[in-house]
């Protein structure tokens, strides 16, 4: 079984805002793969499907994105998920707007949510999907993540969410993430 998670923060306040990126990419891998998002009561929205023969598991934590381990970690350990089954898909200031960027490992980079899966896993060696969001100018990095896209932007961000879901749809095929990395970075 493979876990992709999505992070971001739940609620409309928050809804297509820069920090959530996660949340709509795995909405769309969702929408491409015919799954349903349901509550569970491991403080996260769950969706799954089966993909040739395999049971995946498409997540988006309901802790906020600081919290996000605390879904995630007592989700692996129930459904006996490995950190290498686990891929996770965030947004990054240090890319460039529409820029995705695959990783099998490292640290949170200064994420907080990323920060928080490896604390509640214990183990930083997981996938990700980063996607850019760029970095603010002129405003504080707190009111930028939680900002929403300018319509200039949104069509920059839409291409990387394209390109996001073909990479992780690659990776499911194939199960060659060092293969997919080398095509899509």
Do not use: C
Not at 35 to 47: G, I, W
Not at 85 to 103: A, C, Q, S, T, Y
Request: avoid cysteine; hydrophobic fraction near 40%.
């Amino acid at each position: 079984m493979k876990m992709i998670v999505g992070l971001g923060n739940i609620g409309s306040k928050y809804a297509k805002t820069r920090h959530n990126v996660g949340f709509m990419v795995v909405d769309d891998l969702a929408q491409r793969l015919n799954a349903e998002f349901q509550t569970s009561k491991f403080e996260a929205e769950v969706a799954t499907v089966f993909k040739d023969g395999e049971k995946l598991m498409l997540v988006k934590p309901s802790t906020y994105m600081n919290e996000s381990g605390r879904a995630v970690g007592p989700l692996m350990s129930y459904y006996n998920v490995a950190p290498a089954d686990l891929l996770v898909i965030h947004d990054d200031l240090d890319l460039p707007l529409g820029k995705v960027r695959l990783k099998q490992k490292g640290s949170a980079g200064g994420h907080n949510g990323i920060k928080s899966i490896i604390s509640h896993v214990g183990d930083p060696k997981f996938k990700r999907v980063k996607v850019g969001i760029d970095h603010p100018e002129k405003m504080s990095v707190v009111d930028y993540v939680l900002g929403k896209f300018s319509p200039a932007q949104l069509a920059d961000f839409n291409d990387a969410k394209i390109t996001a879901v073909a990479a992780i749809e690659a990776w499911l095929t194939t199960d060659d993430f060092a293969a997919v990395m080398n095509q899509y970075n």
